[in-house]
């Protein structure tokens, strides 16, 4: 059969990284972690990695298993090896989380927590890195997109490398004095290589041909394309080698972050003409809702760098580092990630239930499968809880960032609720809802039939 | 082909690919100009060279697929072949006026 297969354990994937973004918004709105103790404090950390590992990367595996394979248009290098990177990975998580809850007293540590979430987690990633990476070499030559995605999964394996070497410092494996200065200072070599590089990079390959897909607009590799492209990387390789090398020689990498932090926002700056560009030259007129609720997302990612640009000037970003931070992960990233599952849960879901029928019948469209005016609210929702804890976290107000966390609680139900109709078929009009031959799709797993 | 093309089952063909829509986008194959080409002869052999809006996409088989079930239900139909091919790649503009006023569309717009 011609074309990319369907990936059976997406939905999986999915679906688990939901759970992490519930989980750690329902723990955020009962005051769990920073605001209420520090950034540094182990309750936070078991927040961040819920929303980081959890959710975001949880989320972006899932979605590179599917759609690295569309942007190179060759079939993924091993399907096999989806559901055991899955697992270990949830695994090394549990672990992880285990180790910062014993490291802050909650648990006893019955297990060499951060030993064993360091082995896991590393051996998940290394698979991930190893089935992408095969997928793209055996693709060569690359286009731009699946370019950012290379750079993407190299800052993968720098992130992780950062966090394998501080779980074992905090589980008392690893010592050394070069290797305990990482921990003092290499912490934000790990945000940045994991946010900016892995988290953001490949989020901007994936919309570059995903969102000139669906909202028609043309695809070309354009002067300003190649330059975000190359000043994003330089930006990464001042942080990750450039600071790392400051390091190891005895000095603090703050210059090393500076002048990455500058390259980046030309990078980001460069990204974001881009997609105005998508979005005035598409072709399709009326987009749908996850296309807008993409350029909010987008419009989070300019909130990101202004925020930057207005602390740095100030002096301030060390003391507000925290609510730059959220707004990455929650307006830009969850944001964008919301608004591609859901396009990309109705697709699938699509494909598994009415493809094989396609011709043999009448089949519904894929936009039959959501109900946009009753999602729109939700997304809405979401936003301004964002906006809502952004003020709060600036102006030192924890209560308020609990309320504003609920908000964003419900809001993720309600959307939540939405992907969960679209997989059972609940908003299809009957009519046309099982043409013969077609099969209700199961919640978690694709169930590909044999052709 | 080994018979004379056969105009009338050409148009029979073209009627049963409008019944194929492209999931996405939401109308059918023909009209979105996915199909580059019919040709159908008087022993029901029929031919059609078909593309989609973006190479690699997953919908690919279904729709290859489901262009040639959709020829198969023509009852004069003796054979049929689908082809995917990528050159010229598809373009917006390649849609009937029909499918354009769909996607809202305008002459003009995004020029």
């Known amino acids: 059969m011609a074309g990319v297969t369907l990936s059976r354990w997406t939905m999986a994937y999915f679906a688990m990284a939901l759970l992490a973004l519930l989980a750690?918004?329902?723990?955020?709105?009962?005051?769990?972690?920073?605001?209420?103790?520090?950034?540094?404090?182990?309750?936070?950390?078991?927040?961040?990695?819920?929303?980081?590992?959890?959710?975001?990367?949880?989320?972006?595996?899932?979605?590179m298993f599917q759609f690295v394979p569309v942007l190179v248009a060759k079939p993924l290098y091993s399907m096999w090896l989806c559901l055991p990177v899955l697992g270990l990975l949830v695994a090394g998580l549990i672990m992880l989380l285990s180790g910062f809850l014993?490291?802050?007293?909650?648990?006893?540590?019955?297990?060499?927590?951060?030993?064993?979430?360091?082995?896991?987690?590393?051996?998940?990633?290394?698979?991930?890195?190893?089935?992408?990476?095969?997928?793209?070499?055996?693709?060569?030559?690359?286009?731009?997109?699946?370019?950012?995605?290379?750079?993407?999964?190299?800052?993968?394996?720098?992130?992780?490398?950062?966090?394998a070497i501080f779980a074992l410092l905090l589980g008392g494996v690893a010592?050394?004095?070069?290797?305990?200065?990482?921990?003092?200072?290499?912490?934000?070599?790990?945000?940045?290589?994991?946010?900016?590089?892995?988290?953001?990079?490949?989020?901007?390959?994936?919309?570059?041909?995903?969102?000139?897909?669906?909202?028609?607009?043309?695809?070309?590799?354009?002067v300003s394309s190649r330059a975000a492209f190359w000043l994003g990387t330089a930006a990464l390789?001042?942080?990750?080698?450039?600071?790392?090398?400051?390091?190891?020689?005895?000095?603090?990498?703050?210059?090393?972050?500076?002048?990455?932090?500058?390259?980046?926002?030309?990078?980001?700056a460069l990204y974001v003409h881009d997609m105005m560009h998508l979005y005035h030259a598409r072709k399709r007129r009326k987009i749908e809702?996850?296309?807008?609720?993409?350029?909010?997302?987008?419009?989070?990612?300019?909130?990101?760098a202004l925020l930057i640009v207005v602390l740095l000037g100030m002096g301030q970003l060390t003391h507000h580092i925290a609510a730059v931070v959220f707004l990455g992960a929650f307006g830009w990233l969850s944001?964008?990630?919301?608004?591609?599952?859901?396009?990309?849960?109705?697709?699938?879901?699509?494909?598994?239930?009415?493809?094989?029928?396609?011709?043999?019948?009448?089949?519904?469209?894929?936009?039959?499968?959501v109900e946009e005016r009753r999602a729109r609210k939700w997304f809405v929702l979401y936003f301004l809880g964002i906006l809502g804890a952004l003020a709060t976290l600036l102006l030192g107000a924890s209560i308020g960032f609990r309320i504003a966390a609920?908000?964003?609680?419900?809001?993720?139900?309600?959307?939540?609720?939405?992907?969960?109709?679209?997989?059972?078929?609940?908003?299809?009009?009957?009519?046309?809802?099982?043409?013969?031959?077609?099969?209700?799709?199961?919640?978690?797993?694709?169930?590909i039939q044999p052709r | 082909m080994n018979g004379q093309l056969d105009q009338s089952l050409i148009e029979q063909v073209k009627q049963a690919l409008r019944t194929v829509v492209d999931p996405e986008l939401g109308f059918n194959i023909f009209d979105l100009g996915l199909i580059y080409e019919v040709t159908a002869d008087t022993t029901g052999t029929v031919h059609v060279q078909m593309t989609t809006t973006t190479?690699?996409?997953?919908?690919?088989?279904?729709?290859?697929?489901?262009?040639?079930?959709?020829?198969?239900?023509?009852?004069?139909?003796?054979?049929?072949?689908?082809?995917?091919?990528?050159?010229?790649?598809?373009?917006?503009?390649?849609?009937?006026?029909?499918?354009?006023?769909?996607?809202?569309?305008d002459e003009g717009w995004g020029q």
């Open chain 1, 175 to 222: 010592g050394g004095f070069t290797i305990s200065r990482l921990l003092v200072y290499g912490l934000p070599l790990h945000v940045i290589a994991g946010l900016a590089g892995w988290l953001t990079l490949t989020a901007m390959g994936v919309s570059y041909r995903l969102l000139a897909m669906f909202m028609l607009a043309p695809e070309q590799e354009r």
């Open chain 1, 237 to 268: 390789a001042v942080v990750v080698f450039g600071g790392s090398a400051a390091i190891v020689m005895n000095r603090a990498p703050w210059w090393m972050l500076l002048v990455g932090a500058l390259l980046g926002l030309a990078a980001v």
């Open chain 1, 335 to 369: 944001g964008l990630g919301l608004a591609m599952l859901y396009k990309i849960v109705p697709f699938l879901t699509w494909l598994e239930c009415y493809g094989p029928v396609l011709g043999k019948g009448v089949t519904p469209r894929v936009q039959d499968l």
């Open chain 1, 102 to 163: 014993s490291l802050g007293g909650v648990i006893e540590p019955v297990l060499p927590f951060f030993a064993l979430a360091s082995g896991l987690l590393v051996a998940g990633f290394v698979l991930v890195l190893w089935d992408i990476g095969l997928t793209l070499w055996n693709a060569r030559p690359l286009a731009l997109p699946a370019r950012f995605i290379v750079i993407g999964i190299a800052s993968l394996a720098a992130t992780v490398s950062f966090g």
């Open chain 1, 406 to 447: 609920a908000l964003m609680l419900v809001a993720t139900v309600g959307i939540i609720v939405q992907l969960v109709r679209a997989r059972r078929l609940d908003d299809v009009p009957s009519s046309v809802r099982f043409p013969a031959g077609s099969h209700r799709p199961r919640l978690l797993m694709a169930l």
């Open chain 2, 55 to 105: 190479r690699g996409c997953p919908a690919t088989g279904y729709l290859q697929e489901g262009a040639c079930n959709a020829v198969k239900q023509i009852s004069q139909v003796v054979a049929v072949e689908v082809d995917l091919v990528y050159d010229p790649p598809w373009t917006p503009e390649k849609m009937s006026p029909a499918a354009k006023l769909h996607l809202g569309m």
């Open chain 1, 24 to 63: 750690a918004e329902v723990l955020m709105t009962a005051g769990y972690g920073y605001p209420q103790v520090p950034v540094g404090a182990p309750a936070t950390l078991v927040l961040v990695h819920l929303v980081v590992l959890g959710w975001l990367s949880l989320l972006l595996c899932g979605a």
């Open chain 1, 289 to 304: 809702l996850n296309s807008t609720m993409a350029m909010v997302a987008l419009a989070f990612l300019v909130a990101v």
